[in-house]
């Protein structure tokens, strides 16, 4: 156990809706990282939050957006789904911002099907 | 973007095998990492390594940083069943503000008992 929790495990939606993945980091870390998987593209970096701020964007696509919440919670929104969109995502935690070393403990995904 | 050029895609070993992958980059990195994922859960840091020519251990498993900061490689020894799942190496370069991983593509390795 990561220390990670990511909700739902599972979803299932159809195309054009809007979903929200969420994430609670390991207690004390104020990084939060989100990452898509799929099968072709692996994993791909989406966007970083520190203790409630932006700090790094990576693929985002503009129909995404994430926050993290005071109590260092994360949300990511997906809206306008589209078929490609269907994918593993994955939070991940780390203690440090602009210190990271790299380790990031990662949550068990939640697995995003758009029908 | 930094691209990682992570080998072989794919690993069919005999259990007591030992198994080697490697990750290669056209930039340079500071860090270096490894991790494992296993079917249904998320990455797992296997060995995290911070200098040029670092080689650290971690059971059977030994990674090299490697001296040109451009690739690495993972090692693993006398393979078990559980020893099956992905393994995506990472590299991370600090600078700025950025300090996004890099992951490979993974080498799913699959171990005959």
């Known amino acids: 156990d990561s220390g990670v929790t990511q909700t739902p495990k599972h979803l299932i939606t159809a195309t054009g809706q809007r979903v929200t993945l969420r994430c609670s980091p390991r207690s004390g870390d104020l990084s939060v990282y989100w990452y898509q998987q799929s099968l072709d593209q692996g994993l791909q970096f989406l966007i970083q939050y520190y203790n409630g701020e932006e700090r790094a964007k990576g693929n985002i696509l503009e129909r995404f957006s994430a926050q993290q919440f005071p109590d260092l919670h994360s949300e990511l929104n997906l809206s306008s789904l589209e078929l490609g969109d269907s994918a593993l995502y994955f939070c991940?935690?780390?203690?440090?911002?602009?210190?990271?070393?790299?380790?990031?403990?990662f949550g068990e995904g939640s697995r995003l099907t758009v029908l | 973007g930094q691209q990682l050029n992570q080998s072989p895609q794919s690993m069919f070993i005999q259990e007591g095998e030992d198994v080697s992958m490697n990750c290669t980059s056209s930039?340079?990195?500071?860090?270096w990492l490894w991790y494992k994922q296993d079917p249904g859960e998320g990455p797992v840091l296997l060995i995290a390594l911070y200098k040029a020519g670092e080689l650290t251990s971690n059971g059977r498993l030994t990674a090299q940083f490697g001296i040109t900061r451009k690739d690495s490689f993972l090692n693993i020894s006398a393979s078990i069943p559980s020893d099956v799942g992905i393994y995506f190496c990472?590299?991370?370069?600090?600078?700025?503000?950025?300090?996004?991983?890099?992951f490979g593509k993974g080498t799913l390795l699959t171990v005959n008992p």
């Open positions: 991940a935690s780390s203690k440090a911002g602009t210190g990271s070393t790299g380790e990031l403990f």
């Open positions: 990472a590299g991370q370069r600090r600078g700025g503000s950025n300090y996004k991983l890099t």
């Open positions: 930039s340079i990195f500071n860090t």
